[in-house]
């Protein structure tokens, strides 16, 4: 269980870092994910820097259990927001269906965090 729990906080971690930084750090932020659903500039960098908050803080779980706990349940209301808003939008897909998996893995890593740390 630890090695699927690890493989999958680096897996998300690195994701939400890169694309984090992406967001945050790119020179063209019309391109961004988030600018190609409509968001502002400036709401594109907040994206940005909470995904790579929330990456980096995965990246940390297996160093400290308890924020990769906060991380992930941090992830979880960002990721059903992007939920939200494609289902507002009537996309549908994989447009629709990848943030909420990704919601859903979040509260199971947070939850498999959380019970590997009790044990």
């Not at 939400?16 to 400036?42: D, M």
């Not at 706990?69 to 289902?87: C, D, E, N, Y």
Request: aromatic letters at 12%.
């Amino acid at each position: 269980m630890n090695i699927v729990l690890t493989v999958v906080t680096v897996f998300f971690g690195g994701f939400f870092l890169v694309g984090g930084t992406g967001q945050l750090l790119g020179r063209w932020p019309e391109i961004t994910p988030a600018a190609a659903c409509g968001f502002s500039p400036q709401a594109c960098r907040v994206i940005g820097l909470l995904e790579l908050l929330g990456g980096a803080g995965l990246l940390a779980a297996s160093f400290a259990p308890a924020v990769g706990i906060a991380a992930a349940l941090f992830l979880f209301p960002v990721t059903g927001s992007a939920f939200v808003h494609h289902s507002w939008y009537q996309e549908r897909g994989f447009r629709l269906v990848a943030p909420i998996a990704t919601a859903c893995v979040m509260l199971c890593v947070a939850a498999g965090l959380y019970l590997t740390r009790m044990g």
